[in-house]
């Protein structure tokens, strides 16, 4: 039996159903970051994070380490290539999407989403459509290297990693411009056709429906790590990050 700590507003817990529903693997789903299932998040992830895979005896977490562990024990419709130098280049992809583009729209979105006492900051949004301007380059300048628009032939961790970054650009009201990046813009529209990618908007369009009034989901405090203070101390956004300590509006894992 197959169990996912999830949550509909996390893009890699939304990135595993994903890759579970692609490979036909049916499983139970726990919405893990209400506060009624904090205690049993905490049992399978002291980091209190999601996503989370329990496989029977064998728990998995992290995304990445999920996707990896489901194409091995599950092998039919594979989502790594099987090319190595393509896994390897459909890997970074994956990891660019998940430190780097994740960091910047969660950073972005915090004042569409959580309870705010302040104005979005000044000069965030703008920081962020530029680094995403640089990262869309990368991402063109690796597909120029691959067939259009499937790049591995199937749909991969990549493109389940990057599918809810893209997916959240315009709502979030960023841009991708296709004259600038065709290649990526073709990509997107490729996983817009599939059903496995149209299911998720769903899903997650349902969830937003419920955000901004259920009290069962924490909105109040960031819980942050990493990559997004990485980006958020790396463009300048340190003091308004140290009011945020200090008024105890954080929260760490562990
Ligand atoms: N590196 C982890 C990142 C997971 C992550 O950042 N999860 C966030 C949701 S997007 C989380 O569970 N945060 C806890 C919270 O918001 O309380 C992965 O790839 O699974």
Redesign the pocket.
Known sequence: MLTLFS?GF????RKVAMALEYKCLSHETVDA?SHGNRERLLQVNPR????VLVDDDICVV???DILAYLDQKYPQRPIYPGDLKARVAARALERLA?TRIDAILLNCSIWTWAERPDPPLPGLKEAGQQDLNGLFARIEAVLANYPSPLPFGHMTIAEFALWPHLAALRPLGFTLESNDYPRLSAWFAAMRRDSVFANDLRRTADFMKTIGTTSDF?RNKI?W?GDRIEWLLARGFHEWFLDEIKAERV?WPE
């Open positions: 949550n996390s893009p890699f817990a970051l209190a994070e999601v996503p992290n995304s990445s998940d924490e819980f790590r929260l």
